[in-house]
């Protein structure tokens, strides 16, 4: 099994590479530059480690990255109304930034003829961008609907890897995982003043506002016991999973601190 630090230098190579991919003097000049989502890539690497040579982890795990920066600066898009020549132009761009970097994913996968996997990427995309506007346009959804939903549309990408590979286990850790990280997400909005849909429907379920973070708690709480107890027959580093949902709580428990103390 690769040890800690040759995990942790393989995923920094895939960072690196995503960064180099994604470089275009033009677009750097108007849009700001994509994030990595640490977390995803250090699951999707640790899942796929065992299973796969190097280089098909590194190119998968590059396709990720490519596929959910396309989502988010695509989800980016102001719909507001144009006002000047400079918001148009800023609006187009990141379009086309967003298409960039689609087409980008599309590339590594069929320059490798990995043609089942890009039925896997494309298929996924389809499912989040459908779900998204059933999230974000639905204002009835029940919590457990809204809680499916988002579970989706955070790590079916990643699920449907874990299918493709005959990892169950792996698919049902990344669905909590990463449902847990949006729960923790929306609840310091819901701090800050801001209501994303978890918390709608969670307010929709409580007889009254002020019991919104208590119910959020016991949420949190049932899907981390969950998500550990599921994770504990995972064959990968000691300690792995255990390490990342503590750094989860622990960054969430810094910014409700700081927000309640501002």
Not at 4 to 27: A, C, G, R
Not at 228 to 256: C, M, P, Q, W
Request: net charge negative; hydrophobic share 40%; charged share 30%.
């Amino acid at each position: 099994m690769v040890r800690m630090n040759q995990f942790n230098d393989k995923v920094l190579e895939v960072k690196k590479s995503f960064y180099n991919l994604i470089k275009h003097p033009y677009l750097q000049k108007y849009i700001a530059e994509p994030k990595v989502d640490e977390d995803k890539l250090h699951f999707l690497y640790a899942m796929l480690g065992d299973r796969l040579p190097k280089k098909d982890i590194k190119v998968f795990s590059l396709a990720a990255l490519l596929v959910y920066a396309a989502l988010d600066v695509h989800e980016s898009v102001s719909l507001h109304k144009i006002d000047t020549d400079s918001v148009r132009k800023n609006r187009q761009l990141t379009v086309l930034a967003g298409d960039y970097y689609s087409s980008l994913y599309y590339y590594l996968l069929a320059e490798g003829d990995y043609i089942p996997m890009i039925r896997v990427y494309s298929h996924s995309i389809q499912q989040i961008n459908e779900l998204k506007m059933n999230v974000y346009e639905k204002s009835s959804l029940s919590y457990d609907e809204t809680q499916e939903h988002v579970t989706t549309i955070e790590s079916i990408l990643m699920q449907n890897i874990a299918e493709h590979y005959k990892l169950p286990v792996w698919k049902e850790v990344l669905k909590d995982f990463f449902y847990l990280k949006r729960l923790l997400f929306e609840k310091n909005e819901w701090i800050e003043g801001r209501k994303l849909p978890i918390i709608h429907s969670i307010i929709r379920e409580t007889s009254h506002v002020d019991d919104v973070l208590e119910y959020c708690e016991e949420k949190i709480e049932h899907v981390k016991d969950r998500l550990l107890k599921t994770g504990r027959d995972l064959n990968i580093f000691e300690g792995f999973l255990i390490e990342h949902v503590d750094r989860l709580i622990g960054s969430s428990a810094y910014k409700e601190k700081v927000a309640e103390e501002g």
